[in-house]
C-alpha cells in the first residue's frame, strides 16, 4: 500500500456527513479499490464553535487558506452548495494543482466550462456525478458507458419534490396546496420551494444531461422552463382515464436540423413508458441511442447516504488517478456546438381542457379553429358533467409544432363561446 491520499471537504451538513459516514463504514473496501488509504485531513465550516458530534476527532477549520494552502491535500470535495464562495473556491483549488469533487449542480449548470478548462489547465480532475440523480449513476454513463452511441433522447424525473407531490395528487386526489403542505412537514420541500415546483433545479440538471447526452454546450438559459403550480386534481384525473400519468420531465432531443431540444415541463406520460412507474421522492433518467436502444437508471435521487454514495465513488476515480498518475483520463466532452432548437419549433402531442358554453355547435367550432391552425386531433371529448350551463372539453392533439399549438389556443381563447383555457400539458411519447 502507498501513502494516503488526503483531502479536504468543504462543508458538513447533510451531504458533507453522508461522505464522512461512508468513508468510515467502507474504509477498508475503499482502500483497497484505490490502492492506498484516503484520509480525510481538514473539514472546512462557517461556525467553529458549532457542536458537531459527526466531526469528532476530525479537524475543522473555517479558514479555506488553511485547506486550498495545503500541499499535503491533493483532493477537494466541495458540498456546500450555492454558486458562491463554492465557485471561487473549487477554481482556487484546481488552481493549486488539487483535484475536485462536487455535488453542485448550479454550479456545473452555469459554470461547468470554467470548471472543465481550469481542470484541463493544471491536469487535474473536476467530477461531479452527484450534481444529478443523487445515488443514481447516470453522469458516469453518459460520459464513459454510452459513448460508443449517438444519443437521441435523455429524459428523467430528476426532481424529488415534484415527484412526490404528483404522486400523492394521483393516488389521494389531494390538491396542488395540500400535497405542498405535506411535503414541507415531511422536509422534502422547503419552506420556499420555488426552486423546485417552478422547474428551475430540473433545469440545471437538464442542462447539465443535455450537455453530456450530445456533446454541446447547453446553458441553463438555454432551457426552456415550466413548473407543477398549475397542474390541478382534475388534469390528474383525466390523465389516469385517458391512459396516462402527470410527471414533471427534464427532456432532451436531438431535432436534427432544428437543433437540440432542452426543456423542463409537466407532461401526460403513457402508464406504459418506463418512467410512469416511478413513484414519490425516486428518480429515474431514460436514454435513447442507436445502438443500445433504451435504457433506464433509477434510484434515490437525494438524501445523505446516496448522494455520499455518488461523492465518495468520485473522490476514489480522483485518488486512483493519483496513484497511477493519470489526471484528466476524460475530459470536457462538449466538443461540438449544435444549434438549439426554439421553443416554438419543438414538436409534442398536447392535452388541451377548455370551459366552454353547454350548447350545440361547440365542438364543431373548436374543432374548426384546430384545423384551421395546422392541428390535427386525436380525440376530442366533451364530458357529461354541465357546470352552471358550461361545459369541459378535453381535446388530444397529433404531433404538431409548438407554435401552431399557441396560435390555436389563442384564437380560441377569442371565441365567444370559449370562458376557459383551463390546460395545456404536453403528451409525452404519443406519436400516433
Not at 499535503?72 to 464562495?85: A, D, K, L, T
Not at 482556487?92 to 449542480?105: L, Q
Request: net charge negative; glycine share 10%; hydrophobic share 40%.
Amino acid at each position: 500500500m502507498k501513502n494516503p491520499i488526503k483531502f479536504g471537504l468543504l462543508g458538513s451538513g447533510t451531504v458533507g456527513t453522508g461522505v464522512i459516514r461512508v468513508l468510515q463504514e467502507n474504509a477498508r473496501e475503499i482502500e483497497e479499490r484505490i490502492g492506498a488509504p484516503l484520509e480525510l485531513k481538514k473539514v472546512l465550516v462557517r461556525d467553529l464553535g458549532k457542536k458537531r458530534p459527526q466531526l469528532e476527532g476530525i479537524a475543522v477549520t473555517d479558514n479555506i487558506e488553511e485547506i486550498i494552502g495545503d500541499e499535503e491535500i491533493s483532493i477537494i470535495v466541495e458540498v456546500m452548495g450555492g454558486i458562491h464562495p463554492a465557485r471561487e473556491y473549487m477554481l482556487r483549488a484546481m488552481e493549486a494543482g488539487k483535484s475536485v469533487v462536487t455535488a453542485n449542480k448550479d454550479v456545473v449548470a452555469q459554470f461547468g466550462k470554467d470548471m472543465f478548462e481550469m481542470a484541463e489547465k493544471q491536469d487535474v480532475d473536476f467530477l461531479f456525478e452527484a450534481s444529478v440523480g443523487g445515488g443514481i449513476p447516470i453522469i458516469t454513463p453518459l460520459k464513459q458507458c454510452l459513448t460508443a452511441n449517438k444519443l437521441t433522447e435523455v429524459m428523467g424525473i430528476v426532481n424529488g419534490t415534484t415527484n412526490y407531490m404528483l404522486t400523492k395528487m394521483a393516488e389521494c386526489g389531494a390538491d396542488y396546496e395540500s400535497v405542498l403542505k405535506e411535503a414541507q412537514e415531511k422536509g422534502y420541500a422547503e419552506a420556499n420551494p420555488s426552486a423546485d415546483v417552478d422547474g428551475l433545479d430540473a433545469a440545471r440538471k437538464a442542462a447539465i444531461l443535455a450537455s453530456l447526452a450530445f456533446n454541446t454546450r447547453i446553458q441553463l438559459e438555454d432551457v426552456s422552463v415550466e413548473g407543477i403550480t398549475k397542474i390541478t386534481p382534475m388534469d390528474i384525473e383525466y390523465a389516469n382515464e385517458l391512459g396516462y400519468v402527470v410527471k414533471l420531465l427534464a427532456v432532451g432531443k436531438d431535432a436534427g436540423e432544428k437543433g437540440v431540444d432542452v426543456r423542463v415541463h409537466p407532461v401526460f406520460l403513457p402508464k406504459e413508458h418506463p418512467l410512469a412507474s416511478v413513484r414519490g421522492v425516486f428518480n429515474a433518467i431514460f436514454v435513447r441511442g442507436n445502438a443500445i436502444g433504451e435504457a433506464m437508471f433509477y434510484g434515490p435521487g437525494a438524501g445523505s447516504l446516496p448522494t455520499a454514495s455518488a461523492v465518495v465513488s468520485d473522490v476514489i476515480d480522483a485518488a486512483r488517478d493519483i496513484v497511477n498518475g493519470t489526471f484528466g483520463r476524460i475530459r470536457c466532452t462538449c466538443f461540438e456546438k449544435k444549434k438549439l432548437c426554439s421553443l416554438d419549433d419543438t414538436e409534442s402531442s398536447y392535452y388541451v381542457r377548455l370551459l366552454v358554453d353547454d350548447k350545440p355547435g361547440v365542438l364543431g367550432t373548436i374543432a374548426t379553429v384546430f384545423g384551421n391552425e395546422g392541428v390535427s386531433l386525436k380525440s376530442v371529448v366533451q364530458t357529461k358533467e354541465s357546470i352552471a350551463d358550461h361545459a369541459e372539453i378535453v381535446a388530444i392533439t397529433h404531433m404538431v409544432e409548438h407554435r401552431k399549438m399557441l396560435c390555436a389556443v389563442k384564437v380560441l381563447e377569442g371565441l365567444p363561446v370559449v370562458d376557459e383555457i383551463r390546460s395545456m400539458i404536453r403528451v409525452e411519447n404519443d406519436r400516433g
